[in-house]
């Protein structure tokens, strides 16, 4: 049996012309993040300059339609942010920016929030540096999911 999901224009927009797609070459962080329950890959790649400020970001994303415009989404919001900035945003933010997920959806909006930390984590390890209040990633977002329920959160 089939559930029908109403989407936001916005998550529509994203979905229909992402933004940022592609690989970064040589990009300061690579995260990586996967969600095993729904098959959700995604993927990305931040540009750092020497001032620890995002000058760009892509991402690949194997997934449905809401992975993708959150993908496009997150790749958005860290744009110009400092790391620190970039750091602080939230699956809530993504899925505010979006206008709405419905909630089977919302899985998507922390693979994007755990795929600007993993990519943030790659570039501080590379770079020796410590990112205040970043934590090492998660490789099944299935992991976050669990936690994120038991606190009741959406």
């Known amino acids: 049996m089939s559930q029908v999901t109403e989407y936001s224009k916005k998550v529509m927009d994203h979905f229909s012309n992402p933004r940022n797609v592609g690989e970064i070459e040589e990009a300061a962080g690579v995260g990586t993040v996967g969600n095993a329950k729904c098959g959700d890959i995604m993927r990305m790649y931040l540009d750092i300059d020497e001032n620890q400020v995002v000058r760009d970001a892509k991402f690949k994303t194997f997934g449905c339609g809401a992975a993708i415009a959150t993908s496009s989404m997150a790749t958005e919001l860290v744009k110009g942010k400092t790391v620190q ?52 990633p998660v490789n099944d977002i299935d992991e976050t999911e669990e936690f994120y329920e038991m606190q009741g959160a959406d």
């Open 85 to 136: 900035e970039a750091l602080e945003v939230t699956n809530k933010a993504v899925m505010e920016a979006l206008d709405g997920l419905p909630p089977v959806k919302v899985h998507c909006s922390l693979l994007a929030e755990q795929a600007i930390h993993a990519a943030l984590w790659d570039y501080a390890e590379k770079n020796g540096i410590k990112i205040e209040g970043l934590k090492p």
